[in-house]
């Protein structure tokens, strides 16, 4: 079994930066097989949606409102997401993913 644990997240000002990051732990040949790692957030009343994504290889996607604030990176199995330029409607549960397993979620609340 993989487990995914994140950590970061917190309240921020518009306009301020925070950090995430997910490190995958657990059955290391399951681990191994781990190929596209993202984050994807959830806000109040609304349907979970993609945020960021990076392969193994290191390509990455994101999504159009996040482009050119948040940039995702890895190191093996620990992704890391820089938010930066934070708005208001960036207030969500932010989860980690990857092997279809999803992490408990962190909170990230932006105030205007």
């Known amino acids: 079994q993989v487990q995914l644990v994140e950590s970061g997240g917190g309240l921020v000002q518009a306009g301020g930066s925070l950090r995430l990051t997910c490190t995958a732990s657990?059955?290391?040949?399951?681990?191994?097989?781990?190929?596209?790692m993202g984050w994807y957030r959830q806000a109040p009343g609304k349907s979970r949606e993609l945020v960021a994504t990076i392969t193994r290889e290191g390509i990455t996607d994101y999504a159009n409102s996040v482009k050119g604030r948040f940039t995702i990176s890895r190191d093996n199995a620990k992704i890391t997401l820089n938010l930066n330029s934070l708005k208001t409607d960036d207030t969500a549960i932010y989860y980690c993913?990857?092997?279809?397993?999803w992490g408990q979620g962190t909170q990230v609340t932006v105030s205007s």
């Open positions: 657990g059955n290391i040949i399951s681990i191994r097989r781990i190929n596209d």
């Open positions: 993913s990857a092997l279809n397993i």
